[in-house]
T-cell receptor
Framework: SQQGEEDPQALSIQEGENATMNCSYK?????LQWYRQNSGRGLVHLIL?????REKHSGRLRVTLDTSKKSSSLLITASRAADTASYFC???????????FGTGTRLKVLA | DVKVTQSSRYLVKRTGEKVFLECVQD?????MFWYRQDPGLGLRLIYF???????EKGDIPEGYSVSREKKERFSLILESASTNQTSMYLC?????????????FGPGTRLTVT
């Protein structure tokens, strides 16, 4: 499988703290996306970063991409209880329409 | 807003039954996908379709087939359901015009095969 991997598998923090999740992948990509999934629901797209970009911001989210290390990180600043969810990275491999999802990071933000 | 709907939120079927899961999107997206999600394994791609009547196998197509007769509708078929197909099934769609776009997901169907 060419599945990406998120690290850590689970993360528990206090409200107001920052949360950082990492994603590693295996081969060349067109873009990398991050998604959020609330318990038992479908995934919601958060942010997309293209292979020629190094950093992208969206509200309290900051994503970095290091293609030389084949890795990405998602930073959520000033976390809230509502950020409690699972977070997945997804990579579209060059020359395909297929997206490969990682196994996810379960984030719990304690009020 | 893009809307992706799935025919059922919960489904219980017996071993050996033929099962149809339907997915409909309302944004004229070219691409549609079926995933299954299992604890510890994340999302795994079963099949995807990039146009009407076109389909390609994903990572775990065994035991499944798909049908896309209309652009907005993508069906997943379990020919003879087995207990190891108990899972959450997620449908998604995306557009493409030479560049890549994010996927929009349905709410999921939790299938139990007994």
């Amino acid at each position: 499988s060419q599945q990406g991997e998120e690290d850590p598998q689970a993360l528990s923090i206090q409200e107001g703290e920052n949360a950082t999740m990492n994603c590693s992948y295996k081969t060349s990509i067109n873009n990398l996306q991050w998604y959020r999934q609330n318990s038992g629901r479908g995934l919601v797209h958060l942010i997309l970063i293209r292979s020629n970009e190094r950093e992208k911001h969206s509200g309290r989210l900051r994503v970095t991409l290091d293609t030389s290390k084949k890795s990405s990180s998602l930073l959520i600043t000033a976390s809230r209880a509502a950020d409690t969810a699972s977070y997945f990275c997804a990579t579209e491999y060059s020359g395909t329409y297929k997206y490969i999802f990682g196994t996810g990071t379960r984030l719990k933000v304690l009020a | 807003d893009v809307k992706v709907t799935q025919s059922s939120r919960y489904l219980v079927k017996r071993t050996g039954e033929k099962v149809f899961l339907e997915c409909v999107q309302d944004m004229d997206h070219e691409n549609m996908f079926w995933y299954r999600q299992d604890p510890g394994l994340g999302l795994r791609l079963i099949y995807f379709s990039y146009d009407v009547k076109m389909k390609e196998k994903g990572d775990i197509p065994e035991g499944y087939s798909v049908s896309r007769e209309k652009k907005e509708r993508f069906s997943l078929i379990l020919e003879s359901a087995s207990t190891n197909q108990t899972s959450m099934y997620l449908c998604a769609s995306s557009q493409t015009s030479g560049r890549s776009y994010e996927q929009y997901f349905g709410p999921g169907t939790r299938l139990t095969v007994t």
